[in-house]
């Protein structure tokens, strides 16, 4: 007569259906009084015998029980769902095509447990031979949490995707600048068309992000100035808020208030005696015809006919890149590092160069020909 196994011991049995032995042991119990349990299976009696020890050997040892057939694509779907609180829509809908164009094809039919570091350096090989370095690095990012989402919840003992380097992908597209002469050109251009104009004005003159101006209300337009403290204080915008989730602005020194050009201020005003006149404190500077939010495709939409009047090629240039020539026109004007990162709200000088590279003057340049100025105007004796 077969001996029955002890307590905590588990269970093995023969599956007709599957045709395989299989092991099984309890973990814990659920709220409502149910077992929760692990199982494993093998094709022999003794092979499913030493995976039964495995499991057990491992509660002993206080190691969570992986779940056998947790797939990648699973841990990739239950953290798109749970594990993005607070994610505005586009946010998490932006991570589901990512992960269902490459991460769900290259790896989600993998079973969790048996997922290497060689597969996610494999995957990640592949991967940055069609896609910029800045994706690459972007999905490693959805990968890794995904798979420590799954670990906390113990469908995993280890993430290896975490050990993994990200390689070089192809080169993105290069970001790039105006120069003087086809600044001025799409600020002429801009005049005939009068929904953008002030938008425009302001992203170039003053460096607003595209995702500040759309949030911008009248509240925190001050086109009068005054005194303040004793000091006249100039016309200025106060960006205090985003169209970001939450409403605030990228970081904290993105909070700030910043002088109006002459030129802007100008612009400004047209734009509220045309489209905000009679508008409250809290209504939107810049808004659809019905006073909605504007989003960045209609933004797009208007900038690309203004480029096209100025005599630019739409398809090279996007909103973004207004700012991107405000920095490089103060820079070349002699402006320091330092200031065009307090305008910018970056937290340092760091982010500046970093993301303005191409824009900044190089510093050491520009002091190698001031010597030669120098040094050429003094007399010789």
């Known amino acids: 007569m077969t001996k029955r196994r002890e307590r905590g011991e588990g269970s093995l049995y023969w599956d007709s259906s599957r045709e395989r032995w299989i092991a099984e042991v309890t973990v814990g119990w659920m709220s409502n009084g149910k077992r929760r349990t692990r199982k494993t299976s093998g094709k022999t009696k003794t092979e499913a015998k030493e995976k039964l020890r495995e499991l057990i050997r491992d509660l002993d040892d206080g190691l969570p029980a992986e779940s056998p057939n947790y797939r990648?694509?699973?841990?990739?779907?239950?953290?798109?769902?749970?594990?993005?609180?607070?994610?505005?829509?586009e946010t998490v809908q932006n991570y589901r095509n990512l992960a269902s164009v490459h991460i769900v094809p290259g790896l989600g039919k993998r079973r969790l447990r048996d997922l290497s570091a060689e597969d996610v350096d494999k995957w990640l090989a592949d991967v940055a031979t069609r896609v910029s370095t800045r994706t690459v690095r972007l999905l490693h990012s959805l990968l890794n949490r995904a798979v420590k989402h799954a670990q906390a919840r113990d469908k995993v003992r280890r993430n290896v995707v975490a050990l993994c380097d990200v390689p070089t992908g192809l080169e993105g597209r290069p970001s790039k600048s105006l120069t003087l002469e086809q600044a001025e050109a799409v600020l002429d251009a801009a005049e005939s068309w009068p929904r953008m104009h002030a938008y425009v004005v302001l992203s170039l003159l003053v460096g607003a992000r595209t995702e500040e101006l759309r949030a911008l209300r009248w509240e925190h337009v001050d086109l009068v100035g005054g005194p303040t403290a004793g000091t006249a204080a100039p016309r200025s915008i106060s960006v205090w808020r985003s169209v970001r989730e939450g409403g605030d602005t990228k970081t904290k020194r993105s909070r700030r208030t910043l002088a109006l050009p002459l030129r802007a201020a100008v612009a400004l005003r047209l734009h509220r005696l045309r489209f905000g006149r009679?508008?409250?404190?809290?209504?939107l500077v810049?808004?659809?015809?019905?006073?909605?939010?504007?989003?960045?495709?209609?933004?797009?939409?208007?900038?690309?006919?203004?480029?096209r009047r100025a005599g630019l090629t739409p398809g090279e240039w996007t909103p973004r890149e207004l700012r991107h020539s405000f920095v490089s026109l103060l820079s070349d004007n002699g402006v320091s590092l330092e200031r065009i990162a307090r305008l910018c709200g970056h937290s340092g000088t760091g982010v500046t160069e970093q993301?303005?590279?191409?824009?900044?003057?190089?510093?050491?340049?520009?002091?190698?020909?001031a010597m030669d100025d120098i040094f050429a105007r003094k007399p010789r004796e």
């Open 278 to 283: 009679d508008a409250a404190p809290e209504a």
């Open 286 to 307: 810049f808004a659809t015809r019905n006073g909605t939010e504007l989003d960045a495709h209609n933004v797009r939409r208007d900038f690309r006919k203004v480029v």
């Open 72 to 89: 990648v694509a699973d841990a990739v779907e239950a953290w798109l769902t749970y594990g993005l609180p607070g994610r505005s829509p």
């Open 355 to 369: 993301v303005y590279r191409h824009q900044i003057r190089p510093v050491m340049e520009e002091a190698a020909r």
